[in-house]
């Protein structure tokens, strides 16, 4: 047979199949998640199983946590010492434990996430309470197996005479399983207890009135008693931790914010570093300083704010911002008959109720056992003493220690243990005081044998015993709650104002997308003219906003997309910088041109719409506070069909008159509430019905007869005629002509159609930007005052050769 012959073929996704459950379960039962019974991973279980089997306990001096630690990887968990001493340390941690399980001594770390010192140089033994998690460990009550090495025995659970499971929680990952079931207050679990077993079809909303949630170390406000109920029910659900803070007056009208209590498993120096963050960062205006003055008398965090500062505000901003407030999840996974269970609180205190059935009955036994056995010694003890003389001589006669007991036997009827304690007993036990003495001890023997008995025979008398001495835990090691509990989630309101100064800006954005932020002061100590403003060479001003830093600019392109920017949000220029790109601000593709820029104060205002106008016509109008963002990616602003692009979009009052004014010399009015308000994302109806090769280049928003419409055409030929002369129409229809061009070989041409329309009331001047690079400034007042059909008059020096980049109103500069 050659050796190929012993190898069979397998496939390798059934090998590791195969491998990794194995391993997986491993992980789950014997690593990563707890016992429901005793609420305990093995390497918790068998860190104190060996400093209770080595006698260091309560009593006893410290003892070297090192030798701990070695007698644990030695005995009973052969896997490295730095995750043993880190279980260890965690146990001793009270600002991670309800109840720490090891009293330590020396340096086990800090809330600031200091590590701990090496082993060698701590020490440690049992906490107090740790040994009513062993008690009546020695009594048979639990099951025990071998260790790895075969070498000596340990506990598979441990008698666990309090639920520690919800007491001191617990947090762990496996393959395929995570748990995190939070810490509870002793007393009120135990009371939980006592009330399913008084009463077992107990409902959750009745249990909760007991057991009102967690109750963390670290103390805190629980928020949401609705993710607390959905835990308790189903294993999983959420709640909101957040720290304990008041607002404290000092001298001088100023405040300051106190913090005393952080959430569960929050590292303190972390926190204090992220709100220093804020304050040297400036996120939020009014901070001083912030300090950690913790010490003996308990945690204090400081942060004191500057005169005049809104401490409610910079509070809400810290909640928000910082682990100050924490979501905590629920996930409350455990061993049960050893596979892995999302477990509900009831279904954990049964389970832990029926452990403790198991743990009484055992002990009752072991000790019926053991009394049984002492009254059949006594009652052979009280017989013999009562036929004193006769044993004696029978003993006597004897010929060895052997001989005695088979003749006690033979004789009096005594069975062997009875003859052999006869023969151990100590000649002072024959004075009369000691068979008095003998005759008590049978009769509170036979007491203490009913009593067991009744245990045993009785769930009424087990469960009651287990009641007993439950509640005698709670008296003896229960504290009261830290965490206080709010039904209801508080939202966080974070103003704008709390984050930035208030102060009035100007923005600029050019025609080739250069955007920047400047303060008036510099703004004026540049002369105050829009000249003097910073531009690349062949560059201009598009947009000019005299704006403030706690609003809100909404940036429209042709595409139909919007960018929601924060004006504070903009970089910072002097007057004569030339600013960022746009790109560095925000993602807008390089395809695509920024057609309107509107800045918004207050989103909710319900008289506002936006009213967008595209190339081909269409006209759509929706509510301003659809367009409310934090989202700093463009966002569909309106559908824009193949071959369109907006052309123009406006903040209205939903009260005025539209028109639009097309490239072939058409223009319609018609009242803006026949666009009826429609969704963020919709393409809107059709304004204008346009001619072939048509397309919209103006759009007017007009209230009343007042005022002329002013257009002019790519030649430079420019006209004004009265708003009166253009009637209300319906939407949607051909309209009406608005300027005649002119036609023919001998004729001079006007234009081969329209580029811009303006509305006029009072005089204002235009600027208009040439493909030479001459700029040039004009008056309204210099288009002539015509019919709507009439051929205007040349304002702008363009020709075949020169074309009309744009034209633009000068921008409304503030005065310096």
């Known amino acids: 047979m050659s050796t190929m012959e ?165 947090s762990g990952i496996s393959s395929g399983f995570a748990t995190e079931i939070p810490t509870h207050n002793m007393r009120e679990v135990i009371d939980a207890c006592i009330a399913i077993i008084d009463k077992p079809e107990i409902e959750l909303e009745e249990l909760m009135d007991i057991l009102k949630g967690p109750d963390f170390p670290t103390g805190g406000i629980i928020m949401g008693t609705d993710g607390i109920r959905e835990a308790y029910r189903t294993g999983k659900g959420r709640i909101y931790i957040r720290a304990k803070t008041a607002i404290e007056d000092l001298r001088g009208g100023k405040q300051q914010i106190v913090i005393t209590e952080i959430p ?157 304690a006869i023969l151990t007993l100590q000649l002072y036990r024959l004075t009369n005081l000691e068979i008095h003495s003998l005759q008590k001890e049978l009769r509170e023997i036979e007491k203490t044998i009913a009593y067991l008995r009744g245990i045993l025979g009785s769930v009424k008398k087990l469960l009651g015993v287990i009641k007993d001495e439950m509640s005698e835990i709670r008296h003896k090691y229960g504290i009261d709650r830290r965490s206080e509990i709010q039904d209801e989630v508080e939202e966080l309101k974070v103003s704008l104002e709390v984050m930035v100064t208030p102060e009035d800006v100007l923005v600029t954005l050019s025609q080739e997308g250069y955007v920047k932020r400047t303060s008036l002061l510099s703004y004026t100590r540049s002369g105050g003219e829009l000249d003097n403003t910073g531009l690349k060479e062949g560059d201009f001003v598009r947009f000019l906003l005299n704006v403030n830093t706690i609003e809100t600019l909404l940036l429209f392109t042709k595409s139909g997309q919007y960018y929601a920017l924060p004006v504070h949000q903009i970089p910072e220029y002097k007057w004569k910088d030339n600013g960022t790109a746009i790109v560095n601000v925000i993602p807008i593709p390089k395809d695509d041109r920024i057609v309107s820029v509107i800045p918004v104060k207050d989103f909710e205002d319900p008289a506002k719409s936006l009213v967008f106008v595209t190339k081909k016509g269409q006209v759509k109008r929706t509510e301003l506070k659809e367009y409310k963002s934090n989202r700093s990616t463009g966002i569909v602003a309106c559908k824009v069909a193949d071959g369109d692009e907006v052309l123009q979009v406006v903040v209205s009052d939903n009260s005025k008159d539209i028109v639009l004014v097309t490239k072939q010399g058409m223009s319609i009015r018609f009242r803006e509430e026949e666009v009826n308000p429609m969704g963020r994302a919709a393409g809107g109806v059709r304004g204008i019905a346009l001619k072939e090769d048509d397309e919209v280049v103006g759009a007017e928003w007009i209230y009343g007869d007042e005022g002329e419409l002013l257009v002019l055409t790519d030649l430079g030929y420019a006209k004004r005629s009265l708003i009166v002369d253009y009637p209300t129409q319906g939407r949607g229809g051909k309209g009406i002509a608005t300027f005649e061009f002119k036609e023919g070989k001998r004729v001079k041409p006007n234009g081969n159609g329209l580029i811009r329309s303006f509305l006029v009331k009072m005089d204002y001047r235009l600027i208009a930007w040439l493909s030479s690079g001459e700029r040039l400034i004009f008056s309204t007042e210099a288009a002539p005052l015509e019919d709507r059909r009439s051929v205007g008059k040349q304002l702008i020096p363009a020709s075949k050769t020169v074309s009309i980049v744009d034209v633009l109103r000068y921008p409304e500069l503030p005065q310096s």
């Not at 434990?97 to 800090?110: E, F, K, R």
């Not at 107090?128 to 025995?153: C, P, Y």
């Open 264 to 420: 569960y498993q929050v590292v303190k120096s972390r926190l204090v570093t992220a709100m220093e963050t804020i304050r040297l960062e400036k996120k939020v205006e009014g901070i001083a300083e912030v300090r950690d003055e913790s010490g003996r008398e308990g945690l204090r965090i400081v942060i004191e704010l500057k005169k005049d500062a809104d401490a409610q505000g910079i509070l809400a901003y810290l909640l928000k911002k910082t682990d100050l407030q924490v979501t905590y999840s629920f996930n409350m996974v455990a061993i049960v008959n050893k596979t892995p269970r999302q477990l509900g609180v009831k279904e954990m205190l049964t389970a832990y109720i029926e452990h403790q059935k198991e743990v009484v009955t055992h002990r009752s036994q072991f000790e019926l056992e053991k009394a049984e056995d002492r009254a059949h010694v006594l009652e052979g003890l009280v017989k013999a003493l009562n036929i004193l003389d006769d044993v004696i001589a029978t003993i006597k006669a004897s010929k060895n220690r052997q001989d005695a007991q088979n003749n006690l036997v033979a004789q009096f009827g005594f069975t062997e243990r009875q003859a052999d």
């Open 6 to 170: 012993h190898f069979l073929p397998a496939f390798l996704e059934e090998v590791v199949g195969d491998r990794f459950g194995r391993y997986s379960k491993y992980i789950i039962q014997d690593r990563a998640i707890p016992d429901v019974r005793d609420g305990l991973k093995p390497v918790q279980r068998r860190i104190l199983y060996a400093m209770y089997d080595a006698g260091n306990t309560p009593d006893r001096p410290y003892r070297k946590s090192a030798k701990t630690v070695g007698d644990v990887m030695g005995n009973y968990h052969p896997h490295g010492d730095s995750s043993i001493y880190e279980g260890m340390v965690r146990m001793a941690q009270p600002w991670k434990m309800a109840h720490p399980l090891v009293d330590g001594h020396g340096n086990w770390g800090s809330m600031d996430d200091d590590p701990p010192a090496a082993m060698r140089y701590t020490e440690a033994r049992l906490s107090e309470i740790a040994m009513e998690l062993l008690r009546d460990i020695e009594k048979r009550t639990v099951v025990f197996k071998d260790n790895f090495d075969n070498t000596t025995k340990e506990p598979t659970v441990l008698p666990s005479r309090y639920p520690n499971l919800l007491v001191n929680g617990v």
